[in-house]
């Protein structure tokens, strides 16, 4: 099946500060990949996603990347806020009936004001 | 527009009992989803519900089950409780099976003792 590896695990940055996430899949047939955020005691949020038809795309503050060949995407956050804190998860899901996400094990991020 | 609501927000059980959880999807929204998210881990999906109907299952035991009601809330129903059960149980609705949005509810927060 297929296996999301995310790094960093922690990543702490002053506000302002940009903030790179890197995830990686093994299964070529996967072709979306979205990002959630999740804050304290609330459930996953979609922020971001990407198709892989696309290198990448840009909402705002946040852009997402894709390398089809090397397998792996990025998650991108320019100017930092504090309110950008939170645990942030990338998935990978192949096409199909059901849309079923294999997620990574997530990167806390801390926005030091 | 409700969003999609869990109940209850805690519960503890001890080894060998039996648990339900429920969900409420949001307004419009015919597909549940229910994944379980382990400490510090990202969420895992154990299976997909669309129309009443089962719609895709994870690498979860049969003592993982299931239900969807006509107004299309659902159920989690665990069998046999083990202490590797404890996790944050998230259930997440969409318009439809193979939509990729899925609306995340803040989820149950299961202790086996």
């Known amino acids: 099946g297929e296996n999301v590896e995310q790094h960093p695990s922690t990543l702490s940055v002053q506000e302002g500060d940009s903030a790179v996430i890197k995830c990686t899949y093994s299964?070529?047939?996967?072709?979306?990949f979205p990002w959630y955020k999740q804050e304290l005691g609330k459930g996953p949020q979609l922020i971001i996603d990407?198709?892989?038809?696309?290198g990448e795309k840009k909402d705002q503050r946040i852009a997402v990347t894709l390398n089809k060949t090397a397998k792996h995407f990025s998650l991108h956050i320019t100017e930092t806020q504090p309110e950008d804190s939170a645990v942030y998860f990338c998935a990978a899901s192949k096409p199909g009936g059901s849309y079923i996400p294999t997620f990574g094990r997530g990167t806390s991020l801390i926005v030091h004001p | 527009e409700t969003g999609v609501t869990q109940s209850p927000t805690h519960l503890i059980k001890t080894r060998g009992q039996q648990v339900t959880l429920r969900c409420s999807s949001q307004?419009?929204?015919?597909?549940v989803s229910w994944y379980q998210q382990a400490l510090g881990q990202g969420p895992q999906f154990i299976f997909q519900?669309?129309?009443?109907?089962?719609?895709g299952r994870g690498n979860f035991p049969p003592r993982f089950s299931g239900l969807q009601f006509p107004n299309y809330s659902s159920e989690l129903n665990v069998n046999a409780l083990e202490l590797d059960d404890s996790a944050l149980y998230l259930c997440?609705?969409?318009?439809?099976?193979?939509?990729?949005?899925?609306?995340f509810g803040p989820g149950t927060r299961l202790t086996v003792l």
């Open positions: 519900y669309y129309r009443e109907e089962e719609n």
């Open positions: 299964d070529s047939a996967s072709n979306y």
């Open positions: 997440a609705s969409s318009p439809t099976s193979g939509d990729n949005e899925q609306f």
């Open positions: 990407i198709r892989s038809n696309v």
């Open positions: 307004s419009g929204h015919n597909t």
